[in-house]
C-alpha cells in the first residue's frame, strides 16, 4: 500500500489525470493480486461512462478505497474525514489526486465541503461518498448519515449504488489482519436525478440503504 501511494503522488507530479488514471487503477488492481484477493465486478452495464454519479455503498475495510481505486469504470474523486488528511503518505496522496476533505465536526465546514462535491458533479467528475462515514464494525450496515443525501440533491445527479461482498471476511476494522480470499463488487441502478431530486431526505436514505443491501450477497 505504501508504495501504490507514492507511486499514485509521483504520477501527480508527471502526468495529467486521464494518463495517470489508468496506471493507478492497474496498480491497485496487482495490488490485490499481490495480496492473494479476486475481485469480481458485476452490474458494470449499469454504469454511464458519461454520466456523473454521485457514488455511495457499504464501508466495509481499509480496503475501500483502493478497491474503488481499482474497479469504479468513471471518473471520480471522494469526500473523506478531514482527520485522513493529516496522515503522512496517505493524506498526501488524497491531497495530489483531489479528494474533498470533511470535518464531519463542523456542520458549517461540512456543509462547504458537500458543496464542493456537488459543483465536482456537475462539472462532470463523479463523487463517492461512503454514507454510514465510518467502517461498520459488524458485517452489516450501520446508520447512514443525512450530509450524503444533502449532495446528492444539490448535486442533481443519479446516485450510483454499489455493494461489496466478502470484504469482511478479508479485512475488517476489528483486524489489521488479511485473509486471502474473493471480493464481490457490485453496481446496481442508479436511482434516477428526479426521484433524488424530489424525495425526503430520509425516504432517499431509506431507498438508497434498500438498494445497497440488495447488492450484498454475503459479510
Known sequence: MFFFLLLLILLTYLFKRKTYDPIIKGAAKLF????????????????????????????VSMFDIPLLFAYIPVPFNGIEAAEHFKAPIYGWALRRYGNIPINRKNARESFK???????????????????EGTRSLKPEMGNFKKFPFILAQKAEAPILPFGFSGLWKINNKTSWHITPGKVIMKFGKPIEANVVKNMEIDELIQLTKERIEGLITAP
Open 113 to 131: 465541503s458537500i458543496m464542493n462535491g456537488a459543483n465536482l458533479i456537475k462539472s462532470g467528475t463523479s463523487v463517492v461518498i461512503l454514507p
Open 32 to 59: 490485490f493480486k499481490i495480496v492473494l484477493v479476486r475481485v469480481k465486478t458485476e452490474g458494470l452495464e449499469n454504469v454511464d461512462k458519461n454520466q456523473s454519479y454521485t457514488i455511495m455503498g457499504n464501508h
